[in-house]
T-cell receptor, first 116, second 114 residues
């Protein structure tokens, strides 16, 4: 198993540009999520999904969109990049469902994004 | 609102010098407390989950414990390869009802010198 994969590893954008961060998992996990990590602030949840076709907002959703058309993929879209979105983005997945609660989350290697 | 505070922010140890990292939390009913290890340039790697006060879990030189207000990650006779940032996260009963949200602390950066 490849686990959780993310592409690209690094990206530079200009203010106002849009892009999609890709995330895929091959563990048949129901739950997937996107976090951003900024120095001194820990990981903050952007959006999450409990299954194909179901998404919801986390702590810091503004400026980001997600969709979940398949179990495997959970892309994160930046609609109009801003310097405040410069961060490291992590995708994670878990096999626990809605009632069981989260147990082990598996994280991808991250995407470093720089917005100029 | 769930809150997680980790201390110290950074810790430097000599190889073999045992110590503990602290994770203090405030939640509306704890569903689970998680410890992760994060190496530079990589994603967090799961270490432990603790569910109730008094619970302990061990893995090699690491031992995690849990009380009603805090968790400790004890490192016994650390080696340079234990150098990493250790993250703590909590899930509360409220968050687990309709969402799968973890609240993370900002981490403790551990450096073990040879």
């Amino acid at each position: 198993n490849a686990g959780v994969t993310q592409t690209p590893k690094f990206q530079v954008l200009k203010t106002g540009q849009s892009m999609t961060l890709q995330c895929a998992q091959d563990m048949n996990h129901e739950y997937m999520s996107w976090y951003r990590q900024d120095p001194g602030m820990g990981l903050r949840l952007i959006h999450y999904s409990v299954g194909a076709g179901i998404t919801d907002q986390g702590e810091v959703p503004n400026g980001y969109n997600v969709s979940r058309s398949t179990t495997e993929d959970f892309p994160l879209r930046l609609l109009s990049a801003a310097p405040s979105q410069t961060s490291v983005y992590f995708c994670a997945s878990s096999r626990e469902g809605r009632l069981a609660g989260l147990k082990t989350q598996y994280f991808g290697p991250g995407t470093r994004l720089l917005v100029l | 609102e769930d809150q997680v505070t980790q201390s110290p922010e950074a810790l430097r140890l000599q190889e073999g010098e045992s110590s503990s990292l602290n994770c203090s939390y405030t939640v509306s009913g704890l569903r689970g407390l998680f410890w992760y290890r994060q190496d530079p340039g990589k994603g967090p790697e799961f270490l432990f989950t603790l569910y109730s006060a008094g619970e302990e879990k061990e893995k090699e030189r690491l031992k995690a414990t849990l009380t009603k207000k805090e968790s400790f990650l004890h490192i016994t006779a650390p080696k340079p390869e234990d150098s990493a940032t250790y993250l703590c996260a909590v899930q509360s009963l409220i968050s687990s009802g309709s969402a799968r949200q973890l609240t993370f602390g900002s981490g403790t950066q551990l450096t073990v010198l040879p």
